[in-house]
């Protein structure tokens, strides 16, 4: 695509696990993640 990248090339992708979830007014949400061992499963989509 044309737009901004989030992550640099070459960027190690890592398995995540939800720790907290928050929801706050209008409708906003605060999640937060914390990193899990092992090498994640990739596939299609």
Known sequence: GQG??????GATPHNLRLVHAESGDGGTLLLRYAPLPGEPATGTM
């Open 4 to 9: 901004k990248k989030v992550f640099p090339d």
